[in-house]
């Protein structure tokens, strides 16, 4: 008898699913049953994620489209809605990001954080909002120990990152009598937009690995992607509103 699956007859949509964070999460909520559509810019790394998925035996579906754009976020929660007739996980894991001094932040950088940020994240839980609403569902948004602790050299991400927290709180509390659970995780692990950053960064990267109490950055899937797999399941399900640092032990918040 095989082990019992927390997310089976589940449908979550991912976004920013090709690579790295977002494609660890889709295979760990795909390993539990869940039916995953994946969403993105680029095409080609969307199709491996789902491939991945497929050659596990689970089910899964690709939307090309860009968080920025309201008709991209209307097509990606209408093809989801198409594809498995249900939504019932949302996870908003895609954002841009770049780094920089504050006084050498430009304004076209800050507003692009934004838009593919806490606006994306925004448009993308109020188009949800009707099917989460049948399904009593759960939505899952991502952001960072940068924002936590107010890293130097981030500040248009961590500006973007702490208002996807704040928004996060106040979805918990507004959507709470529907059933619905809004939780934030602030992940630190793998991928391969953060390797080209720490290989770029040595002395950071250095400093970084001695700042976590277990000594590594998360794996995408085993730690980032299962932990929302745990978040998202009915073994949570008292849990909203809250912040969970996936970032072993680097930030320690009250």
Known sequence: MGRIRKLEGKTALVTGGGQ????????????????????GRTEGTLKETAAQIVERGGRAHTVVGDVCERAGIDL????????????????????????????????????RAYRSGPLAT????RAALPHLRESRGSVVN??????????????AY??????????????????GRYGIRVNTICPAASSP??????????????????????GRLGDAEADIGRAVAALVSADMGYLTGATVMLDGGRTLIA
Request: glycine fraction near 10%; hydrophobic fraction near 50%; proline fraction near 2%.
């Open 142 to 155: 991502l952001g960072s120990s940068s924002a936590v602790d107010g890293e130097v050299g981030f500040g």
């Open 193 to 214: 937009a953060a390797e080209a950053y720490l290989a770029a960064h040595p002395r950071y990267a250095e400093r970084l690995e001695g700042e976590i109490p277990l």
């Open 122 to 125: 925004f448009h993308m839980m």
């Open 76 to 111: 990606m929660v209408a093809e989801t809605v198409e594809a498995f007739s249900s939504l019932d996980v949302l996870v908003n894991n895609a954002q841009s990001s770049s780094q920089g001094a504050l006084d050498a932040t430009s304004d076209e950088e800050i507003d």
């Open 20 to 39: 790295g964070v977002g494609r660890g999460i889709a295979l760990a909520l795909a390993a539990e049953g869940a039916a995953v559509v994946v969403t």
């Open 158 to 175: 961590a500006m973007a990152k702490e208002a996807i927290r704040g928004l996060t709180k106040v979805a918990a509390r507004e959507w």
